[in-house]
């Protein structure tokens, strides 16, 4: 007996060939998709890392930052104005604010709360028994009551932040060198990428206590002239400009240019070479609010617009929304070029959205919080986002992201990738296969890191492959089941029928249930592949 996949017990499995199927399917796996056996790394990194005296040279694809502390002058300002207004527990409360901002969830749609209130009104009347003796009026009403007990606790409960000074201080602690260390992690993508990219000016949507301000300063420096800070809490921008100068009053902004205001201005044309809106779409209070904003702020960039969240599956969604809202308003406006610069290495729909697995497509960045908090653990936040670009690809956007931290075993690296064609691909990198180059080169590779790999299809590609009647198809109507299974030729063949359907292939190659046990290993794969063929055809 075996226990497959989703804990199913297979009787009609032995050991032994359970490890051989499921060793096939992964050979299969690798051997299709973006990355093949004959993919190389591109000419120029390959020339440089054969040129390079270190024995693993960086390149333009490797991100990953080191842990990122925040700016002396701001952990300053931040720690005169804790002594100039102190707050009993405020580490402690930071933490627990903290907690509430990562479990946020964006305010349930009318329509989805109506089909909601529709499953459990079901639900209640299909598996509560109510007694008879109840009037007609008492039993209406404990139904009613049942029925608004359920949906209220299987829904989320969303309620506006009213940022305070209090609120904003516990912000200020909390979240405030996270968000700095994301913002560094994206803006140094675009300058390492793009490194003619010089922003004049700068509009922060929802800029809380100025991450963004210090950010691009870091990055960029006095290239900037313009910072316009749009947040609707008159305490969050006095925490902002009181940071900014030191925490003093009477000092002057330490960054020059910053503009402070409530609101995104309604009849401005002026564009901005930056946008950015970080951790607030939570904060809107509906799906239409949120679309008006990002449609909004996508009219206000000239170059980039980027858009952060928490790493959670409601932050990676408001991602993807905001993404697929821009992306669709571009294809209907032929006359604005819209791409995606990262991470996303094509504009096709998200693969992450259909994976068996609903696992967000997330990030992470290591970080140092405030002195006060913690002087020698470093902390990891976990991040969403998505950065558009009102310009023409590059090479780089056509390399595979990896996404997930990468298993290095003894002879291979297994990778996840999110490829150029918009699919999710488990790469095996050897040395054997595909050169010691490119193997040692990317054995270095981290999780959001951008793999310089040209695409080549497999050498021994099957010409004019016959569609098969699937209601009539048997081992021997297969041409290709005549191979030998072990071979490369059958392998390729074998993914020609069934790249699509993989999760149904390893169900159908670790079960097996129409086999004989009798039958050998290479009688087994082609019964095997038939099936999997009438399935899917």
Request: charged share 20%.
């Amino acid at each position: 007996m075996v226990l497959g996949r989703k804990g199913i017990l297979f009787k009609s499995l032995s050991y032994n060939r359970f490890v051989y199927l499921k060793s096939l399917y992964w050979k299969l796996k690798h051997t299709s998709g973006f990355i093949t056996p004959e993919s190389r790394l591109v000419p120029d990194v390959a020339e440089m890392v054969r040129n390079s005296k270190e024995k693993i040279p960086p390149h333009v694809g490797m991100l990953k930052l080191k842990p990122i502390s925040v700016p002396a002058q701001l952990e300053k300002a931040v720690n005169r104005l804790i002594e100039k207004y102190p707050t009993n527990n405020l580490v402690e409360s930071a933490a627990s604010f903290a907690r509430v901002l990562w479990g946020r969830h964006p305010p349930i749609e009318a329509h989805e709360l109506n089909k909601k209130w529709k499953e459990v009104t079901k639900e209640v009347l299909d598996n509560t028994k109510f007694s008879s003796k109840l009037s007609e009026d008492a039993l209406e009403k404990k139904i009613h009551h049942k029925i608004v007990h359920l949906v209220k606790t299987k829904t989320y409960n969303w309620q506006p932040i009213t940022y305070d000074a209090y609120k904003s201080f516990l912000y200020m602690v909390s979240r405030m060198p996270a968000n700095y260390a994301v913002l560094i992690q994206c803006l140094s993508e675009i300058i390492k990428r793009d490194p003619n990219f010089k922003p004049r000016n700068v509009f922060d949507f929802g800029s809380g206590t100025g991450s963004s301000i210090w950010a691009c300063n870091k990055i960029w420096n006095k290239a900037i002239f313009e910072y316009f800070s749009c947040d609707i809490s008159t305490d969050m921008n006095t925490v902002n400009r009181l940071l900014l100068q030191d925490g003093e009053e009477q000092k002057d902004m330490s960054i020059n240019g910053v503009y402070l205001r409530q609101f995104i201005p309604v009849k401005s044309t002026k564009l901005y070479n930056l946008v950015i809106c970080a951790y607030s779409l939570f904060e809107l209070k509906s799906k239409t609010d949120r679309l008006n904003i990002i449609y909004k702020l996508w009219n206000l960039t000239e170059d980039y617009l980027i858009i952060i969240e928490n790493g959670t599956n409601a932050g990676f969604h408001l991602i993807i929304e905001a993404r697929n809202a821009i992306l669709n308003k571009s294809d209907a406006d032929s006359t604005t070029e819209t791409n995606v610069f990262s991470p996303c290495p094509h504009n096709l729909s998200c693969p992450m959205l259909v994976e068996a697995k609903k696992i967000p497509c997330n990030f992470e960045v290591i970080y140092k919080p405030f002195h006060f908090v913690s002087k020698e653990k470093n902390f990891v936040e976990r991040y969403s986002y998505v950065i558009l670009q009102k310009k023409p690809l590059k090479e780089t956007n056509h390399w595979p992201r990896v996404l997930q931290s990468p298993r290095k075993h003894s002879k291979h690296i297994h990778m996840k990738l999110c490829c150029p064609n918009g699919e999710i691909q488990h790469a095996f990198i050897t040395a054997k296969k595909h050169g010691k180059e490119m193997y040692h080169c990317l054995s270095q590779s981290k999780w959001g890191d951008l793999l310089p790999v040209t695409h080549a299809p497999c050498a021994q590609s099957p010409n004019n492959l016959q569609i098969l009647d699937n209601s009539k198809a048997t081992a021997n109507d297969v041409p290709f089941l005549e191979t030998d299974p072990h071979t490369p030729m059958f392998i390729y063949y074998t993914f020609t029928y069934f790249q699509n359907n993989l999760s149904i292939a390893l169900d159908i190659f670790l079960t097996c249930s129409n086999c004989d046990e009798s039958l050998d290993n290479d009688q087994v794969i082609p019964i095997a592949l038939v099936t999997l063929y009438q399935m899917t055809s």
